[in-house]
């Protein structure tokens, strides 16, 4: 089954009819800057999106893989592979129909339109293709055209024609599939594979000889000319293959005793004989080095650079810079991508080298259905947030993100467990090791030497100008700005990089303790942590009491919240921290809150500020006998009954309940209107209590979003003496698709 990929083709290691492939098949290729997955009969995308490649009914380009519409023609339809080219992408379903969508300039769509599309069209199926199975397809280079081969092994192709690459004796274009010529050296001939390259294509037949049409300026027709032709010719050699794959300007096949041999263009390398001279006619790729003793399994080309996959599951390249060895210079002869790093351990199944004249890409899945890249990462194609990056090692295709935290002018989140950040770095909040760039208006990987080595982290929060994180195995790490003692590891001084919060003496924290979450504060100059067991630790700033252990003297290590009085006995479930103030949940669902208690914010029926926690008055108000699910840092609860109630400031109306009237105890948000008959599942806000604040919205049962805006939040209070001060306002993460595979 051979996949095509922009200026590339992508064979899969085991060849088979669309009909065999089972629910669960998954194959990836990789174009000319986007690449796809198939993965349980679905398709996902990801990189560029100009053109609607992506096929999410959108143009917006996504670093992250997104799902393809599953509406219109392919609702209940089974995909099993896939072909990303030059800002289009085709795939073929499980009952041998075909279906592209993206850029439509040529007609490479199929669908008798020249119409660009953002979702899934089916390629038209009147015609020649009438009656017709196709059992694989892909989609070819920069000049828009695309190639399928049916069970009885014939060939057909649609799109742009100017080269004679749909092979049926013209150079006019078609937007609907022609049959490539039987005629000739095909007479007779029964075809297994296909593969489309920038301007050629060529196939593979049962008897294991190899056929090519189209542009031949730099031999890529293997014939020992550089005639171009628009009906098929025989590859010189007589040679017997296993796989083709057609690259930009290049093509490469693997003999049935697993050894590679390529031709065409080699200004870079891309065939492997320690060369630069093109060949008309297919040379060996070099099998001394790293391939001495090496069985092949499959080989791909994409944009001056060839890889291969050995039988034992180890990947190797060849040509220009994505080579995934470390390096981005080019190579002549076949190289070992790094197996170390995701790598290590790691078998691969599938490979597929991509790009374009402005960067390669390659990538690669695992027995384990688990995607991985290299090369430049110039729209997101390698699947990793930091674009304009070349990764010259493979890195895992990231999940969309899991959490994701906004501080005063800078932002992070989390995927696959590591930490990205962009915005302002002036105190080292992007956590990268460096304080230059002194700011990224992309995402930068957190440093993942030191303190991070080898760590996952779960949750990610960001202060004003400093940032903190958990880990899976319940340790905090905080970076960037440490005036007051905000990161926690019993110094002052800046980070630009992550650090330990500290355990054992002189903080509260055991080494033993796990904590299960961060709450950092709205100016970020303090933090509060929650442990396993329940109970609450707090570090930094401390004027207003709000590290709640009875004084108002900064910390900079952990400090417990005091546990006697009303907390006393009680095991707090959830904690959340704004302004200057914290909150938190007990198990029994009653709330406390301590530190800054003006315009009411402690919820106490005062405006006094408390060093220890206060119980939020439940008698008289709307708290009244409610059972608490949440304590939002906006000062507000919700109930298990899904109604929400807020105390506090109130100057825009942040409370919901129709006033402007600051509230010293929790009073419902109204429930007429928008909130008629819904019931809550989740609420959040930014508060400062010396200003008027705004909750970022709620969120209803079952939504992923939040669904409500109130306000414009206002400037923020003074600073704290040394800080900088600008506001932030947080949100909970919505769900977001994972990953597949």
Same mark, same amino acid.
């Given at each position: 089954?051979?996949?095509?990929?922009?200026?590339?083709?992508?064979?899969? &290691?085991?060849?088979?009819?669309?009909?065999?492939?089972?629910?669960?098949?998954?194959?990836?290729?990789?174009?000319?800057?986007?690449?796809?997955?198939?993965?349980?009969?679905?398709?996902?995308?990801?990189?560029?999106?100009?053109?609607?490649?992506?096929?999410?009914?959108?143009?917006?380009?996504?670093?992250?893989?997104?799902?393809?519409?599953?509406?219109?023609?392919?609702?209940?339809?089974?995909?099993?592979?896939?072909?990303?080219?030059?800002?289009?992408?085709?795939?073929?379903?499980?009952?041998?129909?075909?279906?592209?969508?993206?850029?439509?300039?040529?007609?490479?769509?199929?669908?008798?339109?020249?119409?660009?599309?953002? &979702?899934?069209?089916? &390629?038209?199926?009147?015609?020649?293709?009438?009656?017709?199975?196709?059992?694989?397809?892909?989609?070819?280079?920069?000049?828009?055209?695309?190639?399928?081969?049916?069970?009885?092994?014939?060939?057909?192709?649609?799109?742009?024609?100017?080269?004679?690459?749909?092979?049926?004796?013209?150079?006019?274009?078609?937007?609907?599939?022609?049959?490539?010529?039987?005629?000739?050296?095909?007479?007779?001939?029964?075809?297994?594979?296909?593969?489309?390259?920038?301007?050629?294509?060529?196939?593979?037949?049962?008897?294991?000889?190899?056929?090519?049409?189209?542009?031949?300026?730099?031999?890529?027709?293997?014939?020992? @000319?550089?005639?171009?032709?628009?009906?098929?010719?025989?590859?010189?050699?007589?040679?017997?293959?296993?796989?083709?794959?057609?690259?930009?300007?290049?093509?490469?096949?693997?003999?049935?005793?697993?050894?590679?041999?390529?031709?065409?263009?080699?200004?870079?390398?891309?065939?492997?004989?320690?060369?630069?001279?093109?060949?008309?006619?297919?040379?060996?790729?070099?099998?001394?080095?790293?391939?001495?003793?090496?069985?092949?399994?499959?080989?791909?080309?994409?944009?001056?650079?060839?890889?291969?996959?050995?039988?034992?599951?180890?990947?190797?390249?060849?040509?220009?810079?994505?080579?995934?060895?470390?390096?981005?210079?080019?190579?002549?002869?076949?190289?070992?991508?790094?197996?170390?790093? &995701?790598?290590?351990?790691?078998?691969?199944?599938?490979?597929?080298?991509?790009?374009?004249?402005?960067?390669?890409?390659?990538?690669?899945?695992?027995?384990?259905?688990?995607?991985?890249?290299?090369?430049?990462?110039?729209?997101?194609?390698?699947?990793?947030?930091?674009?304009?990056?070349?990764?010259?090692?493979?890195?895992?295709?990231?999940?969309?993100?899991?959490?994701?935290?906004?501080?005063? @002018?800078?932002?992070?989140?989390?995927?696959?467990?590591?930490?990205?950040?962009?915005?302002?770095?002036?105190?080292?909040?992007?956590?990268?090791?460096?304080?230059?760039?002194?700011?990224?208006?992309?995402?930068?990987?957190?440093?993942?030497?030191?303190?991070?080595?080898?760590?996952?982290?779960?949750?990610?929060?960001?202060?004003?100008?400093?940032?903190?994180?958990?880990?899976?195995?319940?340790?905090?790490?905080?970076?960037?700005?440490?005036?007051?003692?905000?990161?926690?590891?019993?110094?002052?001084?800046?980070?630009?990089?992550?650090?330990?919060?500290?355990?054992?003496?002189?903080?509260?924290?055991?080494?033993?303790?796990?904590?299960?979450?961060?709450?950092?504060?709205?100016?970020?100059?303090?933090?509060?942590?929650?442990?396993?067991?329940?109970?609450?630790?707090?570090?930094?700033?401390?004027?207003?009491?709000?590290?709640?252990?009875?004084?108002?003297?900064?910390?900079?290590?952990?400090?417990?919240?005091?546990?006697?009085?009303?907390?006393?006995?009680?095991?707090?479930?959830?904690?959340?921290?704004?302004?200057?103030?914290?909150?938190?949940?007990?198990?029994?669902?009653?709330?406390?809150?301590?530190?800054?208690?003006?315009?009411?914010?402690?919820?106490?029926?005062?405006?006094?500020?408390?060093?220890?926690?206060?119980?939020?008055?439940?008698?008289?108000?709307?708290?009244?006998?409610?059972?608490?699910?949440?304590?939002?840092?906006?000062?507000?609860?919700?109930?298990?009954?899904?109604?929400?109630?807020?105390?506090?400031?109130?100057?825009?109306?942040?409370?919901?309940?129709?006033?402007?009237?600051?509230?010293?105890?929790?009073?419902?948000?109204?429930?007429?209107?928008?909130?008629?008959?819904?019931?809550?599942?989740?609420?959040?806000?930014?508060?400062?209590?010396?200003?008027?604040?705004?909750?970022?919205?709620?969120?209803?049962?079952?939504?992923?979003?939040?669904?409500?805006?109130?306000?414009?939040?206002?400037?923020?209070?003074?600073?704290?003496?040394?800080?900088?001060?600008?506001?932030?306002?947080?949100?909970?993460?919505?769900?977001?698709?994972?990953?597949?595979?």
């Amino acid at each position: 089954m051979l996949l095509a990929g922009g200026c590339v083709a992508v064979q899969l &290691v085991s060849a088979a009819p669309a009909s065999a492939a089972t629910s669960s098949a998954t194959t990836i290729a990789t174009g000319y800057t986007h690449t796809c997955v198939i993965r349980s009969g679905a398709a996902y995308c990801w990189g560029d999106n100009t053109y609607g490649e992506l096929g999410n009914n959108s143009t917006m380009s996504s670093d992250v893989p997104v799902a393809v519409n599953t509406g219109g023609v392919l609702a209940g339809v089974t995909l099993a592979q896939i072909s990303a080219s030059y800002q289009m992408t085709c795939a073929l379903s499980t009952a041998g129909a075909a279906y592209c969508w993206g850029s439509d300039a040529t007609g490479q769509l199929g669908n008798n339109s020249t119409t660009q599309s953002n &979702v899934p069209v089916a &390629v038209s199926t009147s015609g020649v293709l009438a009656g017709v199975t196709l059992t694989q397809i892909s989609a070819g280079g920069s000049t828009g055209f695309a190639c399928a081969v049916s069970s009885a092994g014939a060939a057909y192709c649609w799109g742009a024609n100017a080269y004679g690459q749909l092979g049926n004796t013209s150079t006019t274009q078609s937007l609907v599939p022609v049959a490539v010529s039987k005629a000739g050296v095909l007479a007779g001939v029964t075809l297994t594979q296909i593969t489309s390259g920038d301007a050629s294509a060529c196939a593979l037949a049962t008897t294991g000889a190899a056929y090519c049409w189209g542009t031949d300026a730099n031999g890529q027709l293997g014939n020992n @000319s550089t005639t171009s032709s628009d009906v098929p010719v025989a590859v010189s050699g007589g040679l017997t293959f296993s796989e083709i794959d057609s690259g930009a300007n290049h093509a490469c096949a693997l003999t049935t005793a697993g050894a590679a041999r390529c031709w065409g263009y080699n200004a870079n390398g891309q065939l492997g004989n320690n060369s630069t001279t093109q060949s008309l006619v297919p040379v060996a790729v070099t099998a001394t080095g790293v391939l001495s003793g090496v069985t092949l399994a499959q080989i791909s080309t994409g944009y001056q650079v060839s890889c291969a996959l050995s039988a034992a599951g180890a990947a190797y390249c060849w040509g220009q810079s994505a080579l995934g060895n470390g390096t981005t210079g080019q190579s002549l002869v076949p190289v070992t991508v790094t197996a170390t790093g &995701v790598l290590a351990g790691v078998t691969l199944t599938q490979i597929s080298a991509g790009g374009s004249y402005n960067g390669r890409a390659v990538c690669a899945l695992s027995t384990a259905g688990a995607a991985y890249c290299w090369g430049y990462n110039a729209t997101g194609q390698v699947g990793n947030p930091a674009m304009g990056v070349t990764f010259s090692v493979p890195v895992a295709v990231t999940a969309a993100p899991t959490l994701i935290a906004t501080g005063a @002018s800078h932002a992070c989140l989390l995927r696959n467990g590591k930490a990205w950040c962009w915005g302002d770095n002036t105190y080292g909040e992007l956590g990268i090791n460096s304080l230059s760039p002194a700011q990224s208006t992309t995402p930068v990987a957190v440093y993942t030497g030191g303190a991070l080595s080898g760590v996952t982290l779960t949750q990610i929060t960001a202060g004003s100008n400093f940032t903190c994180a958990l880990s899976s195995a319940g340790a905090a790490y905080c970076w960037g700005q440490n005036s007051t003692g905000d990161l926690g590891n019993n110094t002052t001084t800046n980070s630009d990089f992550p650090v330990t919060v500290t355990v054992g003496s002189p903080s509260a924290i055991s080494s033993t303790t796990v904590v299960t979450q961060l709450a950092v504060n709205d100016n970020g100059a303090f933090v509060c942590a929650l442990s396993a067991a329940g109970a609450v630790y707090c570090w930094g700033h401390n004027s207003d009491g709000e590290l709640g252990n009875n004084t108002t003297t900064n910390s900079s290590v952990a400090v417990a919240v005091t546990t006697s009085g009303v907390l006393s006995g009680v095991t707090v479930t959830g904690i959340s921290a704004g302004g200057n103030h914290a909150c938190a949940q007990g198990s029994a669902g009653v709330a406390y809150c301590w530190g800054d208690g003006s315009a009411g914010s402690l919820g106490n029926n005062t405006t006094t500020n408390s060093s220890v926690p206060v119980a939020v008055t439940t008698t008289g108000t709307s708290l009244a006998g409610v059972i608490l699910t949440q304590v939002a840092s906006g000062l507000c609860a919700l109930g298990t009954a899904g109604l929400a109630s807020c105390w506090g400031p109130n100057t825009v109306g942040q409370l919901g309940n129709g006033t402007y009237t600051e509230a010293n105890v929790a009073t419902a948000v109204t429930t007429s209107g928008a909130l008629s008959g819904v019931s809550l599942a989740q609420v959040s806000g930014a508060p400062t209590t010396r200003a008027p604040w705004t909750p970022r919205g709620w969120r209803t049962a079952g939504a992923t979003t939040l669904t409500a805006s109130w306000a414009t939040r206002p400037p923020p209070p003074a600073a704290a003496p040394g800080r900088a001060t600008t506001s932030r306002s947080r949100s909970p993460p919505a769900a977001a698709p994972r990953c597949p595979g």
